[in-house]
């Protein structure tokens, strides 16, 4: 974590500090968050602490328990499969309605991440999340793009986002689905590509269950 520079609106400054600790896993779950090493290590007083602290609990990002301290969280098998769930249902809903908003433009782009998985599977994670959130901020809808980055910082946190891009097999797995959700785009089904965004979910739910069974 750095120390606080600017004065303004510490809490906002101290939050955002302590959760990009947690997503980059910097801070792992389970670490205690000790408000004094918190205040030397941000140079700021206990206030903006506490108050970024109780954001951070209302979130679900950590964990306060009387006398003993904040905590960041660590997470069941159970809710990291619900997170997947609501992930499943909500970027569905988001592809349907990007479907409405679909252009020849975002199709081409949708193609040409595509296109560069294929060439490139080194950069697969990049492109793979470029696809997905391009398909996400086409739905125009902030709500549901803020419920999705929420879901995502949950993966995050949960160190699965990662976990599929470590297998060749489901990777080129995850193109296929990817070139199945283009072509429905394509024909402007937007039920069929709710279908499909939601059943390349499945399948994604289904490979990490089956990693969370192997470390089990």
Same mark, same amino acid.
């Given at each position: 974590?750095? &120390?606080?520079?600017?004065?303004?609106?510490?809490?906002?400054?101290?939050?955002?500090?302590?959760?990009?600790?947690?997503?980059?896993?910097?801070?792992?779950?389970?670490?205690?968050?000790?408000?004094?090493?918190?205040?030397?290590?941000?140079?700021?007083? =206990?206030?903006?602490?506490?108050?970024?602290?109780?954001?951070?609990?209302?979130? $679900?990002?950590?964990?306060?328990?009387?006398?003993? $301290?904040?905590?960041?969280?660590?997470?069941?098998?159970?809710?990291?499969?619900?997170?997947?769930?609501? &992930?499943?249902?909500?970027?569905?809903?988001? @592809?349907?309605?990007?479907?409405?908003?679909?252009?020849?433009?975002?199709?081409?782009?949708?193609?040409?991440?595509?296109?560069? #998985?294929?060439?490139?599977?080194?950069?697969?994670?990049?492109?793979?999340?470029?696809?997905?959130?391009?398909?996400? #901020?086409?739905?125009?809808?902030?709500?549901?793009?803020?419920?999705?980055?929420?879901?995502?910082?949950?993966?995050?946190?949960?160190?699965?986002?990662?976990?599929?891009?470590?297998?060749?097999?489901?990777?080129?797995?995850?193109?296929?689905?990817?070139?199945?959700?283009?072509?429905?785009?394509? @024909?402007?089904?937007?039920?069929?590509?709710?279908?499909?965004? =939601?059943?390349?979910?499945?399948?994604?739910?289904?490979?990490?269950?089956?990693?969370?069974?192997?470390?089990?």
């Amino acid at each position: 974590m750095k &120390r606080i520079k600017v004065v303004r609106d510490l809490k906002s400054q101290v939050y955002k500090n302590i959760k990009d600790s947690i997503l980059n896993r910097t801070l792992l779950p389970g670490t205690q968050l000790k408000e004094s090493e918190l205040v030397n290590k941000l140079g700021v007083s =206990r206030t903006p602490i506490r108050e970024a602290l109780s954001q951070l609990s209302q979130e $679900g990002v950590i964990e306060i328990f009387p006398n003993k $301290g904040a905590f960041v969280k660590s997470w069941e098998k159970e809710e990291v499969l619900e997170v997947l769930v609501i &992930r499943e249902v909500l970027e569905g809903l988001a @592809a349907k309605l990007a479907c409405g908003h679909r252009t020849p433009d975002f199709i081409l782009r949708l193609e040409t991440y595509l296109k560069n #998985q294929k060439d490139k599977i080194s950069s697969y994670q990049e492109t793979d999340e470029q696809f997905h959130s391009d398909i996400i #901020q086409t739905s125009k809808s902030k709500r549901l793009i803020d419920l999705i980055k929420s879901t995502h910082d949950n993966l995050e946190m949960m160190d699965m986002r990662e976990v599929s891009f470590k297998s060749p097999e489901r990777i080129k797995e995850s193109m296929k689905e990817h070139h199945r959700i283009i072509d429905a785009f394509k @024909a402007g089904d937007s039920e069929k590509v709710e279908f499909c965004v =939601r059943d390349h979910f499945r399948i994604i739910r289904s490979f990490y269950q089956a990693q969370l069974e192997l470390t089990n």
